[in-house]
């Protein structure tokens, strides 16, 4: 139950029920009800603490907020770092089967220098690479390559993925919470209207009984 300032003394049922509007609760009026009436100071009291409830909501909402933001912005410092290091890991692939397939193109033309009678250490045959490159089969860069590349790509859509579900999870939960506060508003709307009701019944009866005993 709620009210605001300007009410009698003493209240009964249905005036309770006009100030109260929506928020009125029968059993809570049955507990404080004395001969069918409660006091001003008691339904000024229950008032004061639907007040400090609908207060203590109103911040936990924004509390939510900002923990909503917060983690956001640590989900997205942390998957930005996750993708960096997969991306930088993948660049590191490429670049050394990279290496790895001109070293056997060195190798290739040093033993078809040598094949063809040519002197391998003239200037036109390059020098002969280490052997653990010439191990390297270039077959093996091709497809680590786009075996790289198609990693990169995946995990590009788990993260595309992953951040659509998680903006329409949030999208979902800041509605319901806006819903909530926007209850409370029209809640608080329709005291000061039934309050506003109240006073211009009040007047008009006042004004009434003053034209009558005139």
């Not at 900002?66 to 290091?85: C, L, M, P």
């Amino acid at each position: 139950m709620g009210a605001g300032a300007s009410v009698p003394e003493k209240i009964d049922l249905e005036t309770c029920k006009t100030l109260s509007g929506e928020n009125f609760d029968q059993a809570k009026w049955d507990e404080l009800q004395v001969d069918g009436f409660i006091s001003k100071d008691v339904l000024m009291a229950q008032s004061a603490a639907e007040t400090d409830e609908q207060a203590q909501a109103a911040t936990l909402i924004a509390n939510k907020q900002r923990q909503k933001d917060a983690k956001a912005r640590v989900a997205a410092k942390r998957e930005e770092k996750k993708e960096q290091e997969e991306q930088a890991q993948a660049a590191t692939l490429i670049a050394n089967k990279q290496r790895q397939k001109d070293a056997k193109k060195r190798v290739e033309e040093v033993r078809q220098a040598k094949s063809s009678g040519a002197d391998a250490t003239s200037t036109d045959v390059p020098p002969e690479p280490p052997a653990e490159a010439a191990a390297e089969p270039a077959e093996a860069s091709v497809e680590e390559q786009a075996q790289a590349a198609t990693l990169i790509a995946n995990k590009q859509r788990q993260k595309d993925a992953k951040a659509r579900v998680e903006a329409k999870r949030e999208e979902k939960k800041e509605q319901a919470e806006q819903a909530q506060a926007a209850t409370l508003i029209a809640n608080k709307q329709r005291q000061k209207d039934a309050k506003k009701r109240v006073d211009e019944i009040r007047s008009q009866k006042q004004e009434e009984a003053e034209k009558t005993e005139a």
